[in-house]
């Protein structure tokens, strides 16, 4: 792994979208405590302090109104993580089995995980900066990957992992042509001791669990060292490229 000098993320306009859930509020702590010059962009559904930017991830206007709050505050931005994600809902839990297919949680998963990051890239990525290397990151999992599936189950999660791993793909190549300083990318911080995972890591003793804290340093190492021959790649912790 590379050296963690976190460049990138010094003397930096950074948007965190989802900035109180578990990693994206250790990205911030870790941002603020790289550079105080860092100007860092928290972007929340409800907001625990004044400087926060509320916005509701599954409304358009909402989107709309907060993208162009910001423009006019920052006019451009070098960074934006989408960190935001679902596991599981009340409860419902992934499938292990087909007959466990259920429209409700099947819906809910595809609102956050999907549908969320495309109105989300409807709004801001018109907000990279066009004059110096700028990437608009979304978290996205290795269970999206369809050619590393080997286990079946999960078919809500996997499925809309998969979409936005498109979604990821395609914007990419658009922005290859509107802003060709512009990196898109998915990352994967493998499995974290959050609330999305907690149901689940009993049942993972043979697998390592990353802290919030180390997840977040991988994910800012992952983006301090993209370059643009990247640029569409979902990328694991380790910084290895994830096949579709």
Request: charge should be positive; include cysteine; charged fraction near 25%.
């Amino acid at each position: 792994m590379k050296k963690e000098n976190y460049q990138r993320f010094k003397n930096a306009k950074i948007a965190i979208i989802g900035a109180n859930g578990g990693i994206g509020s250790a990205i911030i702590n870790k941002i603020y405590n790289l550079d105080v010059a860092n100007e860092v962009i928290e972007i929340v559904r409800t907001k625990k302090h004044s400087n926060q930017f509320e916005m509701d991830m599954l409304d358009d206007n909402s989107i709309f109104s907060c993208a162009e709050e910001i423009q006019k505050k920052y006019n451009n931005l070098d960074i934006i993580i989408n960190a935001t994600g679902l596991l599981h809902v009340g409860n419902y839990k992934p499938e292990r089995t087909f007959r466990e297919i259920n429209y409700d949680y099947l819906n809910e998963i595809f609102k956050i995980n999907t549908f969320s990051p495309f109105l989300i890239s409807k709004y801001f990525s018109p907000l990279l900066n066009k004059n110096h290397t700028s990437i608009i990151a979304f978290l996205s999992a290795r269970l999206g990957s369809i050619s590393d599936n080997s286990l079946g189950g999960w078919y809500s999660y996997r499925s809309s992992k998969a979409a936005l791993n498109m979604l990821i793909k395609t914007l990419s190549l658009e922005l290859a042509y509107t802003n060709k300083n512009a990196i898109c990318i998915g990352i994967h911080p493998g499995t974290v001791d959050t609330k999305l995972s907690s149901p689940f890591t009993e049942k993972m003793r043979n697998k390592k669990i990353f802290t919030k804290d180390e997840a977040a340093g991988y994910l800012m190492n992952i983006i301090n060292n993209v370059d643009s021959l990247q640029n569409g790649y979902i990328i694991d912790w380790q910084e290895k490229k994830i096949d579709y």
